[in-house]
């Protein structure tokens, strides 16, 4: 059956950093492209971050560039999204997200870990 399961989020000062992981089951993972999410109130759901199968490619919002940084362990199935310099529009729920390469209609969600940047 397939998971994915978010966790290390919290609570985080301004300028601090903080590390989320995920961790996949029930599926090829070296296969799938791996995204972060991340869903502020009163805001759409916006890419955050995305690194390709073999962990060569990524991508980042604009807003992040610099500052957050996305990698994957296929060993481990589990990828990564360190996150520095938070700032209070940080805030937001984060959600991990699979896709497959070749067959994209092939795409899973975890249920999401709150991040809140708040002194």
């Known amino acids: 059956q397939v998971h994915l399961v978010e966790s290390g989020g919290g609570l985080v000062q301004p300028g601090g950093s903080q590390r989320l992981s995920c961790q996949v089951f029930g599926f090829i993972f070296s296969s799938y492209a791996m995204s972060w999410y991340r869903h502020a109130p009163g805001k759409e759901r916006d890419l955050v971050a995305q690194?390709?199968?073999?962990?060569?490619?990524?991508n980042y919002a604009d807003s992040v560039k610099g500052r957050f940084t996305i990698s994957r362990d296929n060993d481990k199935k589990m990828v990564y999204l360190q996150m520095n310099s938070l700032q209070p529009e940080d805030t937001a729920v984060y959600y991990c997200?699979?896709?497959?390469?070749?067959?994209?209609?092939?795409?899973?969600w975890g249920q999401g870990t709150q991040v809140t940047v708040s002194s």
């Open positions: 690194i390709n199968r073999i962990g060569t490619t990524t």
């Open positions: 997200n699979a896709r497959h390469e070749i067959f994209p209609t092939f795409d899973y």
